[in-house]
C-alpha cells in the first residue's frame, strides 16, 4: 500500500458469515479507493477575533458477508491565532476490500469558521493552497466497485447587523472516481476575489488504477467600504467506497457524504457554488 495513504485513525473490522476463525489467504480479488484533501491558509491581513468553531467528524463502516473489508477514515484542524492567524485542515478516508460479498465506507469532514472585523477602506487578504489526491484500483470491473471523492469550499461571508449571513466570494474544488469512469471529474470554481495564481494537475481516468490529483495556489483580497463583521467559512470531506456487485444481501447504512456540516447551519455553502465561475 502506498504509504501516502496510511492513516493514523480508524477502525478496522472483518465479519465473517460461517463458522471458525478468518485465515487470509490470496483471493482472486481486490479493490481500493482513498481521497485526502488538505487546505492551508496563510498571511491573514487581519487577525481572527477570537478562536474558531472547529467541528470534525469521521465515520466508517465495513460489511464482509463472505471476505475481508478495512475502512479508515481522519479529519483534523490546525489554527493558531497568535502572533497571526493560522490556518491548516485535512481530511481523509480509505477502503480497501477482498472476497465475493463486501462493502466498505469511510468519511473524514472538517468545518472551520472564523470571524474577523475590517474597518472602513481596508483590504482583507490572506494567501491559500488546496490539494486534493484521489486514487481507485480495482482487479474486475465486473465484480468490484471502488469510488473516491473530496471536495473543498471556502466562503466569505458578510455579517449584517440583524446576523444575517451574505455570501460575498467562494472558492471550490472538488473531485469524483468511479469504477469505470462514467461519472469521474477534477475541477474548481471561483469568484473574482480568489485570485488561483497556479494549478498542477494529473488526470487519470477510466482504468483499472485512476490517480487524478490537483494542487491550486492562489490569494484573497476584498475591499471594504465600510465597517464589515465578516466570516470565513472552510468546509472539506473526503470519502472513499469500495463493494462487490451486486451489492451484499444485507441492509446497508447510508452515508450522506459532505452534509454532517449542516447541523451546524453551513446550508448555504453548497449554494455559494451555483453562484461561482466557472475556470477550465
Do not use: C
Request: aromatic residues 12%; hydrophobic residues 40%.
Amino acid at each position: 500500500m502506498n504509504d501516502e495513504y496510511l492513516l493514523s485513525k480508524g477502525l478496522l473490522s472483518i465479519l465473517i458469515v460461517g463458522s471458525g476463525f478468518l485465515t487470509v489467504s490470496p483471493v482472486s480479488a481486490a479493490t481500493f479507493a482513498a481521497s485526502k484533501t488538505t487546505v492551508e491558509i496563510k498571511k491573514f491581513s487581519h487577525q481572527a477575533l477570537g478562536d474558531a468553531i472547529v467541528i470534525t467528524e469521521a465515520e466508517d463502516l465495513t460489511i464482509a458477508k463472505n471476505g475481508e473489508v478495512n475502512a479508515e477514515s481522519e479529519a483534523w484542524v490546525d489554527f493558531t491565532n497568535t502572533p497571526q492567524t493560522y490556518l491548516k485542515i485535512s481530511a481523509l478516508a480509505e477502503a480497501q476490500g477482498a472476497g465475493n460479498k463486501y462493502l466498505g465506507q469511510g468519511e473524514g469532514i472538517a468545518t472551520v469558521i472564523g470571524n474577523f472585523f475590517i474597518e472602513k477602506n481596508q483590504v482583507f487578504s490572506f494567501d491559500f493552497s488546496t490539494y486534493l489526491d484521489l486514487k481507485t484500483v480495482t482487479d474486475d470491473r465486473g465484480s468490484e466497485k471502488a469510488e473516491a471523492g473530496g471536495n473543498v469550499f471556502l466562503g466569505l461571508y458578510e455579517i449584517t447587523d440583524s446576523n444575517e449571513q451574505i455570501l460575498l466570494d467562494s472558492f471550490f474544488v472538488g473531485g469524483h472516481l468511479e469504477t469505470g469512469g462514467k461519472n469521474d471529474f477534477l475541477d474548481y470554481q471561483n469568484t473574482p476575489s480568489f485570485i488561483v495564481k497556479g494549478v498542477n494537475s494529473i488526470t487519470s481516468f477510466g482504468t483499472t488504477s485512476e490517480l487524478p490529483s490537483i494542487f491550486l495556489t492562489g490569494s484573497f483580497s476584498y475591499l471594504f467600504e465600510s465597517n464589515t463583521y465578516l466570516s470565513l467559512v472552510e468546509f472539506q470531506s473526503s470519502y472513499a467506497v469500495v463493494q462487490t456487485v451486486p451489492e451484499p444481501s444485507m441492509t446497508l447504512a447510508f452515508f450522506l457524504f459532505g452534509f454532517v456540516a449542516t447541523g451546524i447551519g453551513i446550508t448555504p455553502i453548497f449554494k455559494a457554488v451555483n453562484h461561482s465561475q466557472k475556470i477550465r
